[in-house]
């Protein structure tokens, strides 16, 4: 059994930063790749960035050059670093993690609100 916590959403400023954690715990494969995606009210849910277990990111245009999608191996945890946010990046942020061909396990999402 795979379970993702995720921690770390609440409400900034535009212009502000947050810091999104999230653990994986169980068996977890040691080739993986976890990201974040979002969804906001009344929008399909969408990749924000992703990274593979030896380090490679992948960053949704939207977000490139304000997100950092890093993790820590031995703790099988990603964190997602966002500066500069925006009232469009307002929505549930969900942790998501891909073994293989397994279906892609889910966290059960925290909120981001950016408003003034």
């Known amino acids: 059994q795979v379970q993702l916590v995720e921690s770390g959403g609440g409400l900034v400023q535009p212009g502000g930063s947050l810091r999104l954690s999230c653990a994986a715990s169980?068996?977890?494969?040691?080739?993986?790749?976890m990201g974040w995606y979002r969804q906001a009210p009344g929008k399909r849910r969408e990749r924000v960035a992703t990274i593979t277990s030896s380090g490679t990111p992948t960053y949704a245009d939207s977000v490139k050059g304000r997100f950092t999608i890093s993790r820590d191996n031995a703790k099988n945890t990603v964190y997602l670093r966002m500066d500069s946010l925006k009232p469009e990046d307002t929505a549930v942020y969900y942790c998501?993690?891909?073994?293989?061909?397994?279906?892609?396990?889910w966290g059960q999402g925290t909120q981001v609100t950016v408003s003034s």
């Open positions: 998501n993690l891909k073994m293989g061909s397994l279906p892609p396990y």
């Open positions: 169980g068996s977890i494969f040691s080739i993986n790749t």
